[in-house]
């Protein structure tokens, strides 16, 4: 009597070996969409610290050039700041007035210069919101008044973007030296 051997596989088997491959493809996905998620997340929050970066940059910039604050008042907290800055090192007394507001959530810089405006909207795409507060320091080594500006600046991305919104946070304080 021969024995048969049997070629190929049966119903059972090929069943099984589904179900674990399909376990095993379960797991997999599961842990590339976590990685992907953090990934989103972690970029989400370095694109909001460059936005933050880049603002507090500009207005650190166009403080330090500051000859008078106009708003806010010493001591006053607002969303919005205004000053007198000089433009042209070459011509003395050129000034040019720059103000930054909140608006559609996101930040506007005006510089209205020699009669021109110019606007430029930071944060765009994102939620920015921004405050002042005007402080006055005394310099007891010269015993002359300082004054700056304490900047609080918070940025959020969107929620569509990494499933909740990141939200990144900068205060700053930024002294003003030609006054």
């Given amino acids: 009597m021969t024995k048969r051997i049997k070629k190929g596989l049966t119903l059972i088997e090929i069943s099984i070996g589904i179900v674990i491959i399909s376990l095993l493809m379960v797991t997999v996905m599961k842990l590339l969409g976590t ?4 990934s989103q997340k972690g970029l989400s929050h370095l694109a ?37 800055m000089l433009t042209d090192q070459t011509i003395p007394d050129t000034t040019a007035t720059v103000s930054y507001q909140n ?12 009669g021109k405006t110019l606007e430029h909207t930071y944060c ?29 600046l918070s940025v959020s991305s969107p929620k569509k973007i ?13 002294m003003c030296k030609n006054f």
Avoid: C, H
């Fill in 124 to 152: 765009k795409g994102l939620k920015a919101v921004i405050s002042f507060e005007r402080v006055k320091f005394s310099d007891t080594k010269t015993g002359s008044e300082k004054q700056g500006l304490w900047i609080n």
């Fill in 48 to 84: 909001n610290m460059e936005a933050a970066n880049i603002l507090m940059s500009q207005i650190e910039y166009d403080l330090m050039r500051a000859s008078e604050i106009t708003d806010p008042s010493i001591g006053e907290k607002a969303l919005s700041a205004r000053w007198k």
């Fill in 162 to 174: 990494s499933g909740e919104a990141e939200k990144f946070d900068l205060k700053r304080l930024i």
């Fill in 35 to 38: 990685g992907m998620s953090g």
């Fill in 103 to 114: 608006v559609d959530e996101a930040v506007k810089r005006t510089l209205i210069e020699a």
